[in-house]
Each structure stands twice: as C-alpha cells, then as structure tokens.
C-alpha cells in the first residue's frame, strides 16, 4: 500500500482538540485530516477550509460504510451511513456519528453554511448522502455525482455506473491503489481506525480531484 499516515506532528495531542493526521498519498500530494464531531471543532475547521481554499467551490463528501451496488440486495439489507468525510481542496474533516440516526443539529447547521454559499456538493453516491442530509433538515442547492461529472467530460457513457478507481483513472490519469476499493470493517466502532480515516479521507479528495478537473476543462471551453 502506496499511502501513509500518522498524526500531526503540528497539532499538539489533546483530549480537548481534534485528532489531526496527515496522510501521504504521494510526494506531490498530503492531505491535512482532522477527525472530530465536536460542533465547534466543526465550525472552527469550516472557517480554516474556507478561508483558506481559494481554487474553487467544490466540496466533496464522502459517506462509509458504502452502500452495495448489487441489485439483489434490499434497501432495508444497505448498510447505515456512519461516517461522513468533507473534503475543500487538502483538507479532509471526518464527522464519526455515534449511531446511524445521530448527527448533531448545529453540525448539520455548519453545513448548511456551505449550501448557503453556493458551494457545489460532489462525490460518489450523491443522492443517497443528500437524502441522508435532507432527512436532518440540510438539503445540497448544488449537487452532483462525480460519475456524470465523469462521463461529461470524458464523453465515456458507462463511467455512470464505474466505481471511483475507474473514474480518477479516466479524468486524471492516477491509477488508484486497489486498497482504496476495498471494503473495510470498523465504522460502527466507538473510534475510527487510522487505517479507516485514511481509506475514506483520500477517496473524498479524489472526488474532489475528479470535480475540480471536470471544472477546468467546463472552465477552458
């Protein structure tokens, strides 16, 4: 496995604070990870994003445990979303829920700062996450999934229904280390596994990847 993390080595370690890691995926890209469901830390972690990112208004979101694609298996058999992963440019915030109906109403709040921003939600499964969303009274203005975002630019039909490796192989040219489409256990636990935070942090920004290069090439034409 190509990829690292390990804890910030510039974020003092603080039952108060926020777990922070940095994830490595290759010499050109690092990825600043901050894990908390604290709605402040939340809020705090919005600012820096925003304030800091100036490449655009994409936000992608990620959700796990993901959901199976088969069509044998009932919607009542998918598993619940435990985990959200909110990636604006290197920057990942990882929301772990405590079960699958709880999501604290002013994280849902911060969120919506987003919406109200007309920042353009993205990422894998888009309408399975804004339903989720809506449910808890935060409905995306903007949202997309990156597969058409995919099959748009590339004019490729079938990356409509392609999982995420395909999808980054196609518009960006990286070949994605098939660990990341492996379906990992864990999420239900009290506390994510690095391993966990790194799997879902780096399939968050590569959505986010896939977006931004869509944007470029709508952008040039």
């Not at 999982?163 to 994510?192: C, E, F, H, N």
Request: one cysteine or more.
């Amino acid at each position: 496995m190509p990829y690292e993390i390990e804890l910030d080595p510039e974020v003092p370690v603080s039952i108060l604070r926020p777990t922070s890691y940095v994830v490595t995926i290759d010499d050109a890209k690092t990825l600043h990870v901050t894990v908390t469901s604290d709605v402040d830390h939340i809020q705090e972690w919005l600012n820096m994003a925003i304030n800091s990112y100036q490449g655009g208004h994409f936000v992608s979101i990620h959700a796990e445990p993901r959901p199976f694609k088969s069509k044998l298996v009932h919607k009542s058999f998918q598993p619940t979303i435990r985990t959200f992963f909110v990636a604006i440019g290197p920057r990942v915030l990882v929301i772990h829920l405590r079960h699958s109906y709880h999501m604290p109403w002013m994280s849902v709040d911060n969120i919506s700062r987003l919406n109200n921003g007309d920042f353009y939600f993205v990422g894998m499964d888009m309408t399975r996450i804004s339903w989720w969303l809506y449910k808890r009274g935060c409905s995306p203005k903007y949202h997309e999934d990156v597969r058409k975002l995919a099959a748009d630019q590339t004019l490729r039909v079938e990356l409509r229904t392609a999982g995420l490796k395909k999808i980054v192989q196609a518009v960006t040219g990286l070949a994605m280390d098939p660990w990341l489409s492996r379906r990992l256990k864990g999420w239900s636990l009290d506390s994510l596994s690095p391993k966990l935070v790194m799997q879902g942090s780096i399939r968050a920004f590569m959505a986010f990847e896939v977006a931004q290069a869509w944007y470029v090439v709508l952008d040039s034409s």
